[in-house]
Nanobody, 120 residues
Framework: QPQLVQSGGGLAHPGGSLRLSCAAS????????MNWYRQVPGNQRELVAA???????NYASSVKGRFTISVDNAKNTGYLQMNMLKPEDTGPYYC??????????????WGQGTQVTVSS
């Protein structure tokens, strides 16, 4: 059973950078799409960035030009590079991804979440 394991995050100053990672554990895994969400007040999750098969990306307007989503298929790992961070970027961040194993059924998996804090 594949798992998504997140790493990265932590504390950054306004204007600084952080990189989040989301690694799919297991063998013969294919990543078909990946999304990054952050939790906003009210416990809702806001879609921050998405990447699809073929490399098409989408970003929330609040992060466009500052954040970059990517996937390294050789490492089965996705990344969210966050630059020019703002205090309002603070919160827990979650990845999810559509994965398949050995070309089988595609399923949605979630990472465990990681905290990002932007503060001076």
């Amino acid at each position: 059973q594949p798992q998504l394991v997140q790493s990265g995050g932590g504390l950054a100053h306004p204007g600084g950078s952080l990189r989040l990672s989301c690694a799919a554990s297991g063998s013969m895994i294919s990543i078909h799409a990946m999304n990054w969400y952050r939790q906003v007040p009210g416990n809702q999750r806001e879609l921050v960035a998405a990447i699809f098969d073929g490399g098409t990306t989408n970003y929330a307007s609040s992060v466009k030009g500052r954040f970059t989503i990517s996937v390294d298929n050789a490492k089965n790992t996705g990344y969210l590079q966050m630059n020019m961070l703002k205090p309002e970027d603070t919160g827990p961040y979650y990845c999810n991804a559509i994965l398949s194993v050995a070309g089988g059924e595609k399923r949605l998996y979630w990472g465990q979440g990681t905290q990002v804090t932007v503060s001076s």
